[in-house]
């Protein structure tokens, strides 16, 4: 069975510009006719190379989604077979009309009419209409472009249409796009083109929405300029406003000048019945023809009639929300092309394609294998998907998704808007969940997963696994592994965009791998002595639970399970988070997990894994470490996250003065709460004393004291030689319901399991350092 990354549905404009960049270039027309589209799909596929990557003749008829490989399974129709292929991400650019059929209505006698019909849809290649009456019924884009083209070879082409529409003309040669080119390199020259036609096109639709009678006036003084006042009253006077349907744009008046020169007309009113050789119209009126051209519009149909099945379950569009106009909710890796309704189609659609990229490389950098927007919002309202009380829009209305009532479910028709939110806005924005594969996709036969043992193979059989090695505390462990002689280390993180990799610049170790390879594909690294895991994300203020769940629970979920499997040491970093406000006391141990109350996300995500392990038995063969307030060398990179040690220093050393939280509890004052302060040469101590002791469980590890504010703040100036100097401030209303006000480490359980040396006192471990890190601006293992 075939494979692949992407699977585009569809090859028209939208295809085309999904699988490249569309060209830079371009030819002087404003306007641009059916040839020259064509012309212009097949010089772009052309270029980019896309015409071996089409299959043509292959219909698309049911598409299934599996979460427990994070594939889709898609049914592939051609004239030969019938097949099934696969994908990661399907790209839908099918347009939202059914193109096998257009729409024809339910017309009286209309089997009664002795001529020629035609829908548009299914034009004869051969149809010669030269001499001939030909009558179009319709009013839209497809009428007032096909009645101009017909009139100078028909003897008269008569244009029937129920109710007015709103057209305006537009020159064909773009005068400001040839005056750019006369001036700018052809580059500049066609941005500065496609942004005046976006800019005007965006003041016009706005225009007419917020002043409707002022449009009003301005298109129907265009009519009255080119066919007066006689034929703007019968024909050009919808009932509606301008954009309450969409705008008909003719070029260069070919419509207004085939009507002038009498080789074309309008008429306005309702077919009573079809007969042998015309219509009826309710007025008695007799229009005889020899072509009839129902040009009445097209039926919409999303997704071009694809069955859509989402984990054995048949998804309903009219049940769904649209996230950005583009995916839809609890559909996992699927997005579609819609362009604009009032404006050009491409413009939206490029924006979606270069959006579905970034999607794609985020979640190929952080090794997610779906994406899928959730409308957990309760608050959300449904909103119909498009503005317009067109017929054909409100025929099938019901059938279609919603809209949202807020964003990101809100559809701007707004460019500027869009590219805000599709080029620049973050990815993950709360609404989109990323997830990882599960064990069913890590595969040693998918193609990812064997190149990438090729190139870990030389990794495997390295003694010490350190995650997080470049980060605090795990940087800190490699550093006293040092020390202790030993260099035989595999070194897994995540290098973001902070200054972690000089963590690891002054230290000793085999190799390094990224935490994502690492944990899709954990089997090659069996023969490791220990794993100590202190990979995850430490902020105490992120609010994202299905990121932290990810990092701190899912990543040590599957390591612990694999390190137990392979009979691999196992120390893991948990937390005092997870102690909450203390209220429960602070003795370490499993066995009164549930009385635990963490007061933020981070504490929960590492209570969460302790529970897991507790109810699995695990803590009879693994460590897991409750670190307390860790401050020490090496910690510069995590900004906001730093010990106060850090902060302070850079603080004082810019103002003279120390800014701390004034107490918002009533039992402390100002400055004389307080947390037990471990320096994180202790801490990695006592984390590395279970390599050699094989205990389990649950540990404490701090420095057995309490200390409060103040007392850091005076050991921290002393440190400086400087006179202390603090000021309260309040402290963030978001904070107080989740702010430790006690912490001190019960060390009972990591004494009786042997480990007996003292900690640094906090002045001695501030001074040292002050001294010896911060000043110097030095990292461990720096000489």
């Not at 009519?223 to 509606?240: A, M, N, V």
């Not at 809100?410 to 080029?423: A, E, P």
């Not at 701190?552 to 399970?561: F, G, H, I, K, P």
């Not at 860790?630 to 730093?642: A, C, I, L, S």
Request: with cysteine.
């Amino acid at each position: 069975m075939e494979h692949f990354d992407v699977l585009i549905i569809g090859a028209g404009l939208s295809g085309i510009g999904a699988g490249a960049h569309l060209r830079t270039d371009s030819d002087q027309k404003a306007i641009a006719d059916g040839p020259s589209i064509l012309n212009y799909i097949r010089e772009t596929s052309a270029e980019y190379d896309l015409d071996k990557e089409i299959r043509y003749g292959h219909r698309v008829r049911r598409a299934e989604w599996s979460s427990e490989t994070s594939k889709w399974t898609v049914e592939v129709g051609s004239q030969q077979e019938t097949k099934q292929l696969t994908c990661n991400f399907i790209y839908l650019c099918t347009g939202y009309y059914e193109y096998d059929k257009g729409y024809t209505p339910d017309w009286p006698g209309f089997d009664d009419y002795q001529g020629t019909i035609i829908h548009p849809q299914k034009w004869p290649e051969d149809l010669d209409y030269t001499g001939k009456n030909v009558l179009v019924i319709g009013s839209g884009a497809t009428a007032v472009t096909l009645v101009p083209a017909m009139a100078d070879k028909a003897a008269h082409v008569k244009m029937l249409q129920r109710s007015p529409t709103y057209i305006v003309t537009m020159p064909s040669q773009d005068r400001f796009a040839n005056f750019f080119r006369s001036l700018l390199p052809a580059k500049a020259a066609y941005a500065a083109a496609r942004w005046k036609n976006i800019v005007r096109q965006a003041i016009f639709y706005a225009g007419s929405r917020k002043y409707p009678s002022a449009m009003k006036r301005l298109i129907a003084k265009g009519i009255r300029h080119e066919l007066g006042d006689d034929q703007l009253e019968k024909h050009f006077t919808p009932k509606y406003d301008p954009w309450d349907q969409r705008l008909c744009v003719v070029p260069d008046s070919d419509l207004f000048e085939a009507i002038r020169e009498q080789k074309a007309s309008i008429v306005t009113g309702n077919i009573e019945t079809f007969t042998p050789t015309g219509v009826r119209l309710d007025n008695g009126e007799e229009l005889n023809a020899d072509i009839i051209v129902t040009a009445t519009g097209l039926r919409l149909k999303i997704m071009a009639g694809l069955e859509l099945v989402v984990d054995g379950e048949t998804v309903d569009l009219s049940k769904k929300f649209a996230y950005k106009g583009m995916m839809y909710n609890d559909v996992p890796n699927l997005a579609q092309a819609f362009g604009y309704t009032n404006a050009s189609w491409t413009l939206k659609c490029d924006l979606t394609s270069k959006y579905v990229c970034r999607l794609l490389k985020h979640m190929d950098s952080q090794g997610f294998a779906s994406c899928t927007p959730r409308a957990n919002d309760p608050t959300l309202e449904r909103v119909p998907v498009l503005d317009f009380n067109s017929t054909y829009v409100l025929r099938v209305l019901d059938e279609l998704p919603s809209q949202g009532s807020k964003h990101p479910w809100r559809l701007h028709q707004n460019y500027f808007k869009d590219l805000s939110m599709l080029r620049y806005a973050k990815l993950d924005d709360g609404v989109m969940e990323f997830r990882r594969a599960t064990i069913a996709e890590k595969s040693p036969d998918n193609a990812d997963s064997r190149n990438r043992r090729c190139i870990i193979k030389h990794m495997s059989n390295r003694k010490i696994i350190v995650t997080g090695g470049a980060g605090f505390i795990g940087s800190a462990i490699v550093w006293r592994l040092n020390e202790m002689g030993v260099d035989d280390i595999l070194v897994v993180d995540r290098m973001d965009e902070t200054d972690k990799w000089k963590n690891l610049a002054p230290l000793k170790f085999a190799d390094y791998i990224d935490a994502d390879d690492f944990i899709d594909d954990p089997g090659d690294f069996t023969q490791a002595e220990a794993i100590l895991h202190l990979g995850a994300c430490s902020s105490t203020t992120e609010t994202d639970s299905d990121y932290m769940f990810r990092n701190n629970y899912e990543y040590t979920r599957d390591l612990a399970e694999f390190a137990m499997a392979n009979g691999i040491r196992f120390i893991y970093a948990s937390s005092a988070a997870t102690y909450g406000d203390g209220s429960a006391g602070m003795e370490d141990g499993h066995e009164d997990l549930n009385k635990l109350r963490p007061l933020n996300v981070y504490g929960y995500s590492k209570h969460m894994f302790d529970q897991y392990a507790a109810r699995n038995g695990m803590f009879d063969s693994i460590v897991g470490i409750k670190y307390f307030n860790v401050f020490g060398p090496n910690e510069n990179h995590k900004d906001d996250m730093r010990s106060l040690v850090s902060k302070a220093f850079d603080q004082i050393r810019e103002t003279g003065k120390l800014q701390l939280f004034k107490s918002a509890d009533p039992n402390f004052a100002d400055g004389e709460f307080g947390r037990d302060f471990v320096y994180v040469k202790d801490a990695v101590d006592m984390t590395l004393h279970f390599l050699e002791n094989k205990a389990g469980g649950l540990f404490n590890v701090g420095s057995g004291q309490m200390n409060t504010w103040n007392e850091l703040a005076s050991a921290i100036f002393l440190a400086l030689g400087q006179e202390k100097s603090v000021e309260f401030v309040e402290m963030p209303l978001h904070l107080r319901d989740r702010y430790q006000y006690h912490t001190q480490a019960d060390l009972s359980r990591i004494r009786t399991a042997g480990y007996t040396a003292d900690t640094t006192e906090l002045n001695t471990a501030v001074e040292d350092y002050v001294k010896g890190y911060l000043v110097p601006r030095k990292h461990l293992g720096d000489v």
